[in-house]
């Protein structure tokens, strides 16, 4: 309910600078059961949804998603953290900075995360529910230290993390380092554009810089 209201208060306030306002409908609804007509979607976004998931609702949730669909329609979907990235290069950067806490995820987010992906692992999943799809990776871990440094957070870990990456250095290192193979294993954020692998579109998907705006 509480997502619901703050959807609705900022839904209110874009559509009233729209010529002749606009519509938003609002539903609650199961992710494997959406009260949506077959092919009545031209976009679905999940933005921030898939890492709450346990795999058998993931499947459901992509199940639906590929019934609502139109064929020309395609997905635009976030995920964090990359298991990656959390998994495999965090560890190595302790080494270099003794300073970053042993985890990296709050006690909330191992309570919560109970689907972390990979960009293999999001591709794969995709692909057994009918999509085909682009996913890539972008580093805003630096991003977010840089703006966060400095701010009360509740959670400590992340406190002590952000006031340790928000340097020059870790900027520089980790921009050169997305340019590198070591790419998918330095971003946090997964990204992803699919659609159902029998779509009548135009060849190809759209391009990922389209989306940037998402962050």
């Known amino acids: 309910p509480g997502s619901l209201s703050l959807t609705r208060r900022s839904a209110r306030q874009l559509l009233a600078d729209r010529p002749g306002g606009g519509r938003l409908d609002l539903v609650a609804a199961e ?12 976009r679905v976004l999940l933005l921030d949804v898939v890492e709450h998931l346990h795999d058998w609702q993931l499947r459901e949730l992509l199940a639906e998603i590929r019934r609502i669909i139109r064929p020309s329609g395609y997905v635009v979907l976030h995920t964090l ?8 290069a965090y560890p190595l950067l302790r080494l270099l900075v003794p300073s970053l806490p042993r985890e990296a995820r709050s ?4 309570a919560v ?3 972390e992906q990979s960009p293999r692992s999001l591709r794969r999943a995709l692909q057994d529910a009918g999509f085909e ?7 805003w871990t630096t991003r977010h230290a840089r703006r966060g440094a ?5 959670d400590r870990a992340r406190r002590r993390a952000y006031g340790a990456l928000d340097r020059p250095m870790f900027r ?3 921009r050169w380092l997305m340019r590198s193979p070591a790419r998918n294993l330095v971003g946090n954020d997964i990204f992803a554009l699919a659609r159902p692998i029998d779509g009548r579109a135009e060849p190809g998907l759209p391009s ?3 989306y940037r705006a998402l962050g």
């Open 81 to 88: 953290p990359n298991r990656w990235a959390l998994g495999i």
């Open 208 to 210: 990922r810089g389209r």
């Open 113 to 115: 995360h109970v689907n």
């Open 133 to 139: 799809s682009r996913v890539w990776v972008e580093e």
């Open 107 to 110: 006690d909330y987010e191992r």
């Open 31 to 42: 992710a494997g059961a959406l009260p949506l007509a077959d092919r009545c979607a031209d």
């Open 150 to 154: 400095g701010r009360a957070y509740p």
């Open 172 to 174: 520089m290192g980790s």
